[in-house]
């Protein structure tokens, strides 16, 4: 045991592949198997040409070469690191759903109308080095961190930190 054999990576030894090695006694021409994803991508992509009306393409092509190409294609790539078919998902969705969204809800785009039906609640930072300006139409229970002054200058009303003032409509 004089030489080391060294490890760079479990990742390959964790790493779950389901991979088909023989079909009953005979063994597959395929060195390493063929992973049970690409007999997947294989069967999704022919049951696809046979419910495509896909009469452009022959035959062949349709039913041996293409899923053929899918499956293989499908195994081999690994956009952004994922799986192809999680990746296929992705950016189905990513083209699918709206775009831009803001708390939720779909932004529109420059000229284009929008739908309002509701109220924007808005809450000044409380951290903010300032208080904005407010109109709050009662009831409510408004708490000041800071010492306040309401009212116009010459009639203000000085309220200290911490002071509770009830609103009434």
Known sequence: MSDRFVIRSY???FE????????????????GGVPL???????????????????????????VVLPLAVAVLGTQAAPDGRAAHRF????????IRAHRRSAGRVVALEGEPVRWDGELAVRWDA????????????PARVTFNVPTTLGEPDSAVVLCARTELEVQP
Request: hydrophobic share 55%.
């Open 11 to 13: 990742r390959r030894v």
């Open 16 to 31: 779950v592949d389901r991979r088909i090695y023989r079909v009953d006694r005979w063994a597959l021409p395929v060195p």
């Open 37 to 63: 994803r690409a007999v997947a991508y294989f069967a999704a992509t022919l049951l696809l040409a046979v419910l495509l009306p896909l009469a452009f393409i022959s035959a062949p092509l349709r039913y």
């Open 88 to 95: 296929a998902w992705d950016w189905l969705c990513f083209r």
């Open 127 to 138: 951290d903010a080095p300032e208080l904005q300006r407010a109109r709050i139409v009662g």
